[in-house]
């Protein structure tokens, strides 16, 4: 998958003096792409929501820029996002990219799931026994990563956000979104320890996803706040 790199040769730096571990590692993985001008989008919102409310399951959602002509400008969309959501459809060889597009785990999508969908396909872990916590303003990553992978960084607002669209086909309507994702980056991943600078204390949670690099199935995942 093609993102914004990171070179390892900039990310390792001294450990700070105080450490937060990050949360118990995710079971499930949910990623939605979704827009605010998609009239289709906000059943699809409120599903992820409430899968969110499970503490084993990562809901990520990313605001895609190609409905923006209709009338609304999505004010959390980037074209980084698009651009995942078409990485996405390359590996699965599908023919386009829409909305709503629940990927799970990085292996199947579809506009709609059912909750038992969502468990009937949990992370395997693969040995890759990712870890990650915070150290002051680092985040150190480390794990057991075998063959080719390819570590996505993921930063998100944690919780619910508000958008009264004003326009578009949601005009009027006041859209909920949960886990809102600010930015993508990556990392050519081997298992060594990697620490990444990050600021500390600025409300936002990071989301730590190992990609086959080949097939972007997620291999594993790790939260920290």
């Not at 959602?61 to 409905?67: I, K, L, M, P």
């Not at 026994?129 to 390819?150: C, D, E, M, P, Y």
């Not at 086959?212 to 594993?220: C, F, G, P, Q, S």
């Amino acid at each position: 998958m093609t993102y914004r790199t990171l070179s390892l040769a900039l990310l390792t730096a001294a450990f700070a003096t105080t450490a937060h571990a990050s949360e118990p590692n995710p079971t499930h993985v949910v990623e939605l792409f979704t827009s605010q001008g998609c009239s289709s989008c906000p059943p699809a919102n409120k599903f992820v929501g409430k899968l969110a409310e499970d503490s084993n399951t990562l809901v990520l959602s990313y605001g895609v820029t190609y409905w923006d002509y209709l009338g609304w400008k999505d004010t959390f969309g980037d074209p980084e996002f698009t651009q995942r959501q078409r990485d996405y459809r390359d590996a699965f060889g599908a023919s386009n990219i829409y909305t709503p597009q629940i990927v799970l785990s990085g292996s199947a999508h579809s506009p709609r799931y059912s909750k038992k969908d969502v468990v009937s396909m949990p992370l395997q872990g693969e040995g890759v026994s990712l870890t990650a916590k915070r150290v002051g303003s680092q985040l150190n990553i480390t794990g057991n990563a075998s063959g080719a992978t390819t570590l996505a960084l993921v930063s998100f607002m944690p919780g619910e956000q508000e958008v009264d669209v004003e326009r578009g086909e949601n005009g009027g309507r006041t859209l909920r979104l949960t886990n809102v994702v600010t930015d993508v980056e990556t990392i050519e991943w081997d298992g060594r320890a990697v620490n990444v600078e990050r600021p500390d204390h600025d409300g936002t949670s990071y989301a730590l996803l190992v990609h086959d690099k080949e097939t972007a199935r997620i291999l594993d995942a790790a939260v920290i706040d």
